[in-house]
């Protein structure tokens, strides 16, 4: 009886805590003062982007499997240039490098050549949002001593470093 009750108790525990999920990504910057450029990683949930990539496509992608649809690089790629860009009083080119999937959770490396880490930027991230309301999007700068992280969501999907 005590097993039965048990399992009913960890079934239960695990519906509660799949019917809360959260939506957040991962922006990782730093300036790397030998190359001049600005490293970017932006860690996603590999589900989410799948899912926000899959609105483009005329079929599923299978990101991070053996049968990944061939496009599923230019969709990303499209999906970034609109939800995602630094910007100083222009618009900053911002090369994609590629990405790496897992299960769980799906990288995308990118960067910035010719970055003036001496101005201010003005940087958008509103990558998922539109999927998902309660979307939070977590940029951490990483300048010399300091670093400058940036809460984004769907009421505020820029900010400054």
Known sequence: MKKIILLL???ASHQFASAHKFYMSIT???YNEESGYLEIIIKLFTDDIEKALEQNAD???FLGTPKESP???????DYLEKHFSIKNEQKLTIHFLGKEVDKNYTWVYLEVPNFN???EH?????????L???QANRINYYYKEETHSLNLHKDQLSGHF
């Open 59 to 61: 079929s599923s992608i």
């Open 132 to 134: 998902f309301d309660t």
């Open 9 to 11: 108790f960890v079934l």
């Open 28 to 30: 990782e910057m730093q």
């Open 71 to 77: 496009l599923t690089d230019d969709l990303l790629q």
């Open 122 to 130: 003005e940087i958008k991230n509103s990558l998922l949002i539109d």
């Open 117 to 119: 880490p001496e101005i």
